[in-house]
C-alpha cells in the first residue's frame, strides 16, 4: 500500500529542496517507493496517485489529468530526478504535466508535496509539487527482468541493471508495453474501433563520487508513445506520436561540515506529432545554483535559478504556425530548523519573467509537538503559474493574460506510533485570474475559443488519513471533501469529486501476500455551467503477489472486479474489468 509521510522513517527532499527526516517536515507530504508500486501492481501512473490522499486521478483515452487538492491538473508541478517537465500542447488546454509519458517501470520513488511551492518552485507549483526519482545505482550488481501481460492484450516487458563500483554507481533501465485497447468513445462510429497504444521507455543515472566531498551525476530519460484517439464527430482515429526527454548533469560539493552546494544544468523537450495535423514541442532549460548553510539546530538555503522555455506549433489544418520564447530569472531564500517542540519553515522567493512583471512568493509553516506521536502543523503561502507561450503566441492567445495566483492556509495534526498513524489537514485555497477559454469570445486572432482571466476561485477542503496494523492485517484509508468553487458564479470546478473515499487493506496468507482496495468517487460535473453530470462510482480491485523461488516473484492484479460502468470524462468509456499478472526475476 501508498505509505504516508507521516509512518515512514525516511528522508524527504522535495518539502524544502533540503533533506530532511519526514518526521521534521511541517508540510503534507507522501511517499511512494519501489517495493510499494511493485506490491500494488499498478499499470499507470495515474493509477498510482489515485492511491494517495488529496489526489484525483482522470483518464480520457489515454491522456491522464491530476489534480491535486481540487486545483487544476496545470497547477501541479512536476519534477524528474530534479529536472522540470511540462508541455504546452495546445490540445491540453493551457498546458500541464503529461503524466501518461511517465512510464512506471522507470520509477525508483515518488514525493509529493501538497500545497502552494512557488517559493522555493518558481511558477506553476499553485496546487503542489510531485517529483519522481529513476532508479540509481545499489550495492553490488543487481539486474532485474519483468514480464508482464494481460486483459486487451496488454504485454510489457522492461528489464535493467545497477551497481556500485567504488565511487561509480549507475541504474541503466529499459521497457515497452503495448496494448490493443478499448473503444474510448462508443457513442461514435469510428475506426479502428480500439484504441491501441504502444510505447517504449529508458532511463540513466549515472553517478561519480570524486572524493569523500564531491560527486557527480548524470541523468537522461526517454519515453516514446505511439497512441491513438477518436476525432470529434467520428472518422478515421488520429495517430499521434509522443515524445518526452529530460537530461540533467549536477555536481555536489560538501565544502565544509556546515555548508554545502549543488550546481545542476537540466532540460526536458516534450513533443507530440498527429495526423490531424497538430505538431507542438516544448523544451525547458534550467540552470540552478543551490547553497545550504547549517547554522545551529537551522539551515539557510540561497538559490539562484535561470530557466528559459520555448514552444513551437506547426502550422494545422486550421491554424498558423506559431513559436514563443520566455525567460525567467528567480533567487529564492529558504529557512528551516528544530528546536525541541518548534519546527519552523520559512521560504521567500522572487521570479522575473521577460514576458510578465515580477512576482513575489513566500511560505511560513510551524510545527508544535503537543506529546509523543501528536504534532499540530499550520502553515501560509502563495504561489502562481504564468500563461503558456501559447496562450499568449497562439492564435486563441493573449498577450495581455495575467498571471494566476493563489494564497493557501492550512491547519494539521499527526499522529504516528509504529503500528498506526493519523494525519487530519484542514486547507483554504484562494485562486484569482484564473485562466479560461470561452467559444463566444471574439478578442484573439482566432476569432473564437480565446484565452482570457476568467476570475476568482476557492477550493476548500479536509482530508483524513491513516494507517493501522493490527496482527497480520495492515489497513489503510483516506477520506477527502472538497469544496471547489468558481468564487464569481458560485459552481462546482469540473471532473472534481467534492467526495472520495480509499479504504485498502493487505495480509500475509500461506506465502502469499494478498491486498484489496476500494476507491469510491463521488458525483462530478463535466461543464462548468454545472449542467452536465457524471454519476459517482465505486471500485473494487484485488492484488496478490508471491515468491515462487529464491529469485522469482509472481504479482497479480483484477481491477474494477465488479466490471462497473462510469465515465471519468464525458463521453468517454472506461476499460471495464482488467486482469493483469507480471514475472519479477531479481537475484537475492
Known sequence: MAQSAATLKEVVVTASRVAQPVTDVVADVSIIDRSEIERLGVSTVGQLLATLPGVQSVASGESVSVYLRGTEARMTALYVDGVRVDSQDGLRLGGGVPWEM?????????????????????????????????????????????????????????????????????????????SDGFDTRPDLVHTPDHEASARQSSSVRLGYRLSPAHRLEVTALNSQLDSQYVPWGGGANIKVQSDLTTASLGWQAQWTDTYRTR????????????????????NLKTALFE???????????????????????????????????????????????????????????????????????????????????????????????????????????DPQLAPESNQNHELGLRYS????????????????????????????????????????????????????RMGPYHMRAALDLLDPSNAITGKTLSLRARKTL???????????????????????????????????????????????????????????????????????????????????????
Open 417 to 468: 506510533t509504529p503500528l498506526r498513524s493519523f494525519n487530519a489537514v484542514l486547507y483554504r485555497n484562494d485562486i484569482s485570474n484564473m485562466i479560461s477559454s470561452s467559444q463566444t469570445l471574439t478578442t484573439c486572432s482566432a476569432g473564437f475559443f480565446c484565452y482570457y482571466n476568467v476570475g476568482q476561485a476557492s477550493i476548500q477542503g479536509v482530508t483524513l488519513s491513516g494507517t493501522q
Open 502 to 588: 480509499t479504504v485498502g487493506v493487505e495480509r500475509p496468507v500461506a506465502g502469499w501476500h494478498l491486498g484489496a482496495e476500494l476507491r469510491a468517487v463521488g458525483e462530478r460535473f463535466d461543464n462548468a455551467a454545472n449542467t452536465i453530470v457524471l454519476p459517482g462510482y465505486a471500485l473494487l480491485s484485488l492484488s496478490a503477489s508471491t515468491q515462487l523461488a529464491k529469485d522469482w516473484r509472481l504479482v497479480v492484479r483484477l481491477d474494477n472486479t465488479s466490471d462497473t460502468q462510469y465515465q471519468p470524462v464525458g463521453q468517454f468509456a472506461n476499460p471495464g474489468r482488467r486482469f493483469y499478472t507480471a514475472l519479477q526475476w531479481q537475484p537475492q
Open 102 to 178: 511517465i512510464a512506471l517501470n522507470l520509477i525508483d520513488r515518488v514525493e509529493v508535496l501538497r500545497g502552494p511551492a512557488s517559493a522555493v518552485y518558481g511558477s506553476d507549483a499553485m496546487g503542489g509539487v510531485i517529483q519522481i526519482f529513476t532508479r540509481r545505482g545499489e550495492a553490488g550488481f543487481t539486474p532485474y527482468v519483468n514480464l508482464g501481460m494481460g486483459s486487451l492484450n496488454q504485454k510489457t516487458v522492461d528489464a535493467g541493471f545497477s551497481a556500485v563500483q567504488g565511487g561509480l554507481d549507475y541504474a541503466l533501465t529499459f521497457g515497452r508495453e503495448q
Open 291 to 397: 547553497n545550504n548553510l547549517r547554522l545551529g539546530a537551522g539551515t539557510v538555503t540561497a538559490v539562484l535559478e535561470q530557466r528559459q522555455d520555448d514552444f513551437k506549433a506547426e502550422a494545422s489544418a486550421w491554424d498558423p504556425a506559431f513559436s514563443g520564447v520566455r525567460t525567467q530569472h528567480a533567487v529564492a531564500l529558504g529557512y528551516g530548523a528544530n528546536y525541541g517542540k518548534h519546527a519552523v519553515q520559512v521560504n521567500v522567493r522572487q521570479d522575473n519573467d521577460s514576458l510578465f512583471t515580477s512576482k513575489q512568493t513566500g511560505g511560513l509553516a510551524y510545527g508544535y509537538t503537543l506529546a509523543p506521536n501528536w504534532r499540530v502543523n499550520v502553515s501560509t503561502g502563495t504561489a502562481f503559474r504564468v500563461p503558456t507561450l501559447e496562450q499568449v503566441y497562439g492564435p486563441y492567445g
Open 263 to 282: 550546481l545542476s544544468l537540466s532540460q526536458s523537450r516534450s513533443a507530440k506529432r498527429d495526423s490531424a495535423p497538430n505538431d507542438f514541442q516544448t
